[in-house]
């Protein structure tokens, strides 16, 4: 039987399939950002993973807990089916919000305005400098980020430092004086609920996550309805239908917000 589950997959798929900005040439830049471990580059490897339908690690997520993994500015495209061209979303992993070493508020306030160029290795000392050689002068509107996707894990949530929930906050003040759309990943979510790790569907009538989900919201100020629970592939080598729903419904979200964003700027 077709069930409702695959319905809804196969309805996503196309329409992430089928998105395209307004303009020919235009692409929608999807900034990751959180505290460190919170799952980006596995939430990167997971739309991935889903999109081309088997594991992939395009994002190298790291298993190690000790200080950050990713510290390098990097694009990642994600190829269509196989062939040459690619989805007209692309996304930046950023360096975890560590309080102390991890990156900047400064520098992810450059990379929104599309200051940041690839490659640039974050230093936690000091801020990327106009001198510096991965400053981008004159940043066109594809190197400016179109939604900031702010990934935290709900295993830890109550756990984060009052550094990284500030930082946190901070970066979304910056977005918000920009405009640019803002939501919430919650990683691990299998990880925070016994319940939800007998069963991921039991996600959406879980009384736990919503109050997690809540406090969350009001802490950092994401409206309920940008927040979205996930798990993320990281070790099962056969995708589920239902961790792709999950992943699913948080990009179709990312991908309005941010086209939304989009067109009304370069109208
Ligand atoms: N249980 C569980 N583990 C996860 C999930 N997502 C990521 N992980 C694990 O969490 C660890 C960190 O994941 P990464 O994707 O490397 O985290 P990151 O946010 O990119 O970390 P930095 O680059 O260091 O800031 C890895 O061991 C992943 O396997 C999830 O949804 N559930
Ligand atoms: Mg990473």
Redesign the pocket.
């Known amino acids: 039987m077709f069930s409702s589950l695959s319905r809804d997959k196969k309805g996503a798929v196309e329409y992430i399939n089928n998105y395209k900005p307004q303009t020919e040439g235009q692409q929608l830049r999807i900034l990751l950002h959180?505290?460190?471990?919170?799952?980006?580059?596995?939430?990167i490897n997971s739309v991935q993973s889903v999109l081309k339908g088997g594991m992939c690690t395009l994002?190298l997520?790291?298993?190690t807990t000790h200080?950050?993994?990713?510290k390098q500015y990097t694009t990642y495209k994600i190829q269509k089916d196989n062939s040459e061209t690619f989805y007209p979303f692309v996304f930046n992993?950023i360096?975890?919000l560590d309080p102390q070493r991890g990156v900047l508020v400064d520098d992810v306030k450059l990379a929104f305005t599309g200051h940041v160029k690839e490659g640039y290795v974050f230093n936690p000392e000091s801020k990327l400098s106009e001198g510096n050689e991965f400053y981008n002068k004159s940043p066109t509107v594809n190197d400016k980020v179109h939604v900031l996707v702010c990934?935290v894990p709900a295993d830890t949530l109550f756990s984060m430092s009052d550094e990284t929930v500030q930082k946190i906050r901070d970066i979304r003040l910056e977005a918000s004086r920009l405009g640019i759309p803002q939501v919430a990943v919650l990683?691990?979510?299998?990880?925070a609920c016994p319940e939800i790790k007998r069963d991921l569907k039991n996600v959406y009538r879980s009384i736990n996550l919503k109050d997690k989900m809540e406090q969350f919201s009001a802490d950092v100020g994401i409206p309920m309805n940008c927040i979205f629970p996930?798990?993320?592939y990281?070790?099962e080598i056969d995708l589920s239908d239902d961790t792709d729903a999950l992943i699913l419904s948080a990009l179709r979200c990312i991908i309005d917000y941010g086209g939304d964003f989009f067109n009304r700027k370069t109208v």
């Open positions: 959180g505290p460190v471990g919170a799952g980006k580059s596995s939430f994002a997520a790291d298993n200080g950050c993994f990713t992993d360096m975890g990934v990683t691990k979510v299998e990880e996930v798990r993320n990281y070790e």
